[in-house]
């Protein structure tokens, strides 16, 4: 596998909002933060493209609302905000594709010559799946780092529940299976971009 020299990394709404478990159940993979950080930490030393997504929920009750601290990056991600010698990109959004976002993600790719880009971030089977089956759809060469992804419990209808595990692995079937994104480990990925 190849990562390109401007391989963009989108880091998809990683937001204090979602550590407010009272709101959103259980979630996944522990480990995801950890993941995402040394994601963000490896594009920037090699001065790759970093996006930044950040959610503005319309919804009055959401802990990503504007004007609520929810609506913040979470600390480590903003912290290296800025930091990196490549190109970097805010993008803000209420629906769950980034390409549907501000500024148009799509047309700042294409102007920088980027056909290749990483996601990583929350949650993993709503808008970093949306992003991924979108950047494929529009032509993008989409990888996405799994395990530097996160989710939580959920109720369908028929009163049909999924546990975050269940519902992260279905995404990663989907998106990989069916040829929206190639679905990797953070370490496949550190270890191609090195």
Avoid at 28 to 39: F, R
Avoid at 60 to 71: A, C, I, M
Wanted: charged fraction near 20%; glycine fraction near 12%; proline fraction near 4%.
């Amino acid at each position: 596998m190849e990562i390109a020299e401007n391989t963009a990394l989108v880091v998809v709404d990683v937001q204090k909002g979602f550590e407010e478990a009272g709101f959103w159940g259980p979630r996944n993979n522990p480990g995801a933060d950890d993941n995402i950080a040394s994601l963000i930490d490896e594009w920037q030393s090699t001065g790759r493209p970093v996006v930044f997504v950040r959610h503005d929920s319309s919804k009055p009750q959401s802990p990503l609302r504007p004007g609520y601290v929810g609506n913040d990056f979470k600390d480590y991600v903003e912290q290296r905000r800025g930091k990196g010698a490549g190109r970097e990109l805010l993008i803000t959004k209420t629906v769950n594709s980034a390409f549907l976002g501000t500024p148009d993600l799509a047309a700042w790719l294409g102007a920088q010559g980027i056909a290749q880009v990483v996601l990583a971030g929350i949650q993993t089977n709503m808008c970093v799946e949306t992003t991924a089956r979108m950047g494929g759809n529009l032509g993008f060469d989409v990888l996405v780092a799994y395990d530097a992804t996160y989710t939580f419990d959920l109720e369908g209808p028929f009163g049909w529940r999924r546990t975050a595990d269940e519902l992260a692995r279905a995404s990663a079937v989907s998106l990989h299976g069916g040829g929206f994104a190639r679905v990797l480990t953070t370490r496949e990925i550190v270890d191609a971009a090195g």
